[in-house]
């Protein structure tokens, strides 16, 4: 099959999007029984999975569930705050690019256990040299705020707010299984935020829902233009990783997208047509340093508790309760272990960082290079790409993608892809 026929199949199927690889077994043969080797990695970012939620939202595709009683939750902070500890003291020796809490939703979490959590943060970094350009994040739902929480984030450090709004629809968002905050108390949260000492506000919006239409984008765009946060971030619908169905076609979601950039851009958020990040600094990427090290160089991460992905220079990993379908029975144990780790070969981890920058649209051949790609093996589909006009190279030798091949920009960034998967 030609370069050119291998994209004509892959342009309509939703798997090709930023997954890799799409199935585990197609990493079956580089499985070892042994956790994943930090030692050639001095650089690297944490972060740490908690997968409680007040609601359980359709279009999730992450390790997830409600959340369980203080006593529980206390106990699944203690046992993150030992695997930090076990780790700091085998790999003590590194410099922390990045430091994100994410989820579920963190600031489900008890006022009680939020404040665990902010002093296992503490900790975690305590003794461990940063980079200058260090800036950790955490994730929250407006429903979860508090004064006291918001305090503790700032007073510990955590600047970066990421909110998750998803679409300013009542219908749209009852759909999903998802609650719904006016735009007053929207406002009012954003403003006691800042307050606290909060830099940077990014709230998370998607496309591809069910419902979503020209009107309903129109509404999320003038509600950003009032909230006025830093940064906003779009994520399409996946309907390959999550339960909600695909209402959509490829053109219809480029279409989508195209409607939110217009709309954001000319608002002064800085973005090059295909990125999925918006800020109003054109510098920061409109991410936290571990997204940004993560998705423009594919730099290394330790993950930390349920289901938490981690990434070196050997490979991949991913810890207890990754593949569960009932991950609640992971709760109550005294350590979240690597499950399934991964010794990879140069190919394959060159090709995870393809499917995560494609977030970024764009991909780094310098990065390739440090990877041990030789371009000369992707000459064919990055000659085809050029040609067609699907990417193009920018003054910083990345290849971004052009508005016509974000109409299927998954197939495009899949032909990169290690040749040894299908």
């Given at each position: 099959m030609t370069i050119a026929e291998l994209y004509e199949s892959r342009?309509?199927?939703?798997?090709?999007?930023?997954?890799?690889?799409?199935?585990?077994?197609?990493?079956?043969?580089?499985?070892?029984?042994?956790?994943?080797?930090?030692?050639?990695?001095?650089?690297?970012?944490?972060?740490?999975?908690?997968?409680?939620?007040?609601?359980?939202?359709?279009?999730?595709?992450?390790?997830?569930?409600?959340?369980?009683?203080?006593?529980?939750?206390?106990?699944?902070?203690?046992?993150?705050?030992?695997?930090?500890?076990?780790?700091k003291k085998q790999y003590g020796n590194i410099v922390l690019e990045g430091f994100d809490i994410g989820g579920g939703t963190p600031t489900t979490l008890s006022e009680?256990?939020?404040?665990?959590?902010?002093?296992?943060?503490?900790?975690?970094?305590?003794?461990?040299?940063?980079?200058?350009?260090?800036?950790?994040?955490?994730?929250?739902?407006?429903?979860?705020?508090?004064?006291?929480?918001?305090?503790?984030?700032?007073?510990?450090?955590?600047?970066?707010?990421s909110l998750g709004v998803q679409s300013s629809s009542h219908s749209i968002l009852n759909k999903h299984r998802r609650n719904y905050t006016d735009e007053s108390q929207m406002a009012e949260w954003l403003s006691q935020a800042w307050d606290a000492g909060i830099r940077i506000i990014n709230l998370d919006y998607m496309y591809g829902l069910e419902g979503q239409d020209t009107m309903t984008i129109d509404n999320d765009l003038e509600t950003i233009g009032r909230?006025?946060?830093?940064?906003?971030?779009?994520?399409?619908?996946?309907?390959?990783?999550?339960?909600?169905?695909?209402?959509?076609?490829?053109?219809?979601?480029?279409?989508?997208?195209?409607?939110?950039?217009?709309?954001?851009?000319?608002?002064?958020?800085?973005?090059?047509?295909?990125q999925n990040t918006f800020s109003m600094d054109a510098m920061d990427q409109g991410v936290s340093s571990y997204l940004r090290k993560r998705m423009l160089r594919g730099a290394s991460y330790k993950g930390f508790g349920l289901s938490a992905q981690s990434?070196?220079?050997?490979?991949?990993?991913?810890?207890?309760?990754?593949?569960?379908?009932?991950?609640?029975?992971?709760?109550?144990?005294?350590?979240?272990?690597?499950?399934?780790?991964?010794?990879?070969?140069?190919?394959?981890?060159?090709?995870?960082?393809?499917?995560?920058?494609?977030?970024?649209?764009?991909?780094?051949?310098?990065?390739?290079?440090?990877?041990g790609i030789d371009m000369k093996t992707l000459k064919e589909p990055l000659d085809f790409c050029l040609s067609q006009g699907l990417l193009y190279e920018d003054h910083q030798h990345r290849m971004c993608i052009t508005p016509i091949g974000f109409d299927h920009y998954g197939a495009i960034f899949s032909l990169f892809h290690s040749p040894a998967k299908p």
């Open positions: 342009k309509d199927e939703p798997q090709w999007n930023t997954s890799y690889p799409l199935n585990p077994e197609d990493w079956a043969d580089y499985r070892v029984a042994a956790p994943l080797p930090f030692s050639h990695d001095r650089q690297l970012s944490f972060y740490i999975h908690i997968p409680f939620c007040r609601q359980l939202c359709s279009f999730c595709e992450y390790t997830r569930m409600l959340c369980p009683d203080e006593e529980t939750q206390k106990r699944y902070l203690q046992a993150i705050a030992h695997d930090i500890n076990e780790f009680s256990n939020f404040s665990l959590l902010m002093e296992l943060f503490r900790n975690a970094k305590e003794g461990i040299e940063q980079s200058e350009d260090f800036e950790p994040s955490i994730e929250a739902t407006f429903n979860t705020l508090s004064v006291a929480k918001l305090a503790g984030m700032a007073a510990n450090g955590l600047h970066r707010l909230l006025h946060p830093q940064q906003v971030t779009l994520y399409e619908l996946r309907t390959n990783t999550t339960k909600a169905k695909g209402a959509f076609s490829k053109e219809e979601l480029s279409a989508q997208y195209a409607q939110y950039f217009r709309g954001l851009t000319s608002m002064g958020y800085q973005a090059r047509y295909g990434m070196s220079k050997c490979g991949i990993a991913y810890n207890k309760g990754k593949l569960s379908p009932q991950p609640q029975q992971h709760l109550n144990v005294d350590s979240y272990p690597e499950e399934y780790t991964y010794l990879l070969p140069a190919r394959e981890l060159a090709s995870k960082y393809l499917a995560i920058s494609a977030y970024n649209g764009s991909f780094d051949t310098d990065r390739l290079h440090a990877f």
